[in-house]
């Protein structure tokens, strides 16, 4: 049974809700369906589609509804023979899901933050989805119990991870000569597009007070966003710039995480962090705030130490407990291995997906 599959996605970052999408029409494709992805031009994720060699089709996505993207977009659908729409960010959720209903294919609607949605009234789009997929349990219970959202129209199907392809091909002491590490430094690992939910200055904070206890402590922050450039000179303010590597945008992370001996998460709002999925897999402790599904991934004093979010002094406590107790580090890291891959793994995430697909279209096949 194969179908026809169209994502859509606005966002012009380059984050884990676009890399989850890439790796949803990648596994989907290897399981014999048809992938198409509908975005803006100048979005990022465009580029990193068509480098797979996935289609993409683009439209304006200039608002919530731009009929200059709603009605080709609806044709596009008829024309294609597309069988379900799965869209992911707030202005596409409008224009595609519009879309979708007007060539009268299946829609599914893809949640990746943990933030509450008004249902009714100017939110009518809402309704249109036959299905939610949440990140997490969390999220799942929020939509339902907390918004109000039919129990049977929401699932939850964590991000999954290739953990076998993430797996470091160099020695960590390889990884840090090159980026100028010590074999003896503590090094904190962030990795993730750099924006206010993310909270990097809370990070910031955290890690000065933890160089006043550690001179050995180094800090590395890998991504870019749209407040990179005032991170940096705050991290300078704090007096810790010689402390801190920026590393831009990078595609070895499991490199970067096995080099390292903590993941550092400060974000006031998550869903399934795919940084804290993948420090886990390959057995490094996580330091992260309790926000959405992270308590779902990191078991406080088991797998990694969970803190309130705003609070950079128990952010840097848990980070020194770390630092003190190279035993401690090991026994988390083995626990969080065990964990996500027996739960979080890309072809559990692929099966749930598929099984809802199966569900909304039941026996229909394409030509």
Sequence with gaps: MSWRILHTEWSDGMGGQERRVLQDMQGMRARGHRVWLATRPQARIAE??????????TYPFGGKLDFRTILPLACALRRLGIDLVNTHSSIDSWAGGIAARLARVRLVRTRHLDLPLKRGGLNWVHGLPDAWITCGDRMRTNL??????????????????????????????TVRAELGLGVDDFVVLMVGVIRAVKRHEVALAAFARLVTELPSARLLIAGDGPMRAWIEARAHELGIAGKTRFLGERNDVGELIGASDVLLLSSRSEGVPQAVTQALGLGRPVVATRVGGVPELVEDGVSGKLV???DAVGMAHALATLAADAALRRRMGEAGREHVRTHYSLATMLDRTEALYRRLLGARRTS
């Design 308 to 310: 309130d979010p705003e």
């Design 144 to 173: 339902v119990e907390g918004c109000g959202f039919p129990s049977e129209r929401v699932v939850s199907i964590p991000t999954g991870i290739d953990f076998e392809g993430l797996v470091p091909q160099r020695m960590p002491a």
């Design 48 to 57: 990193a589609a068509r480098a797979l060699g996935l289609a993409v089709l």
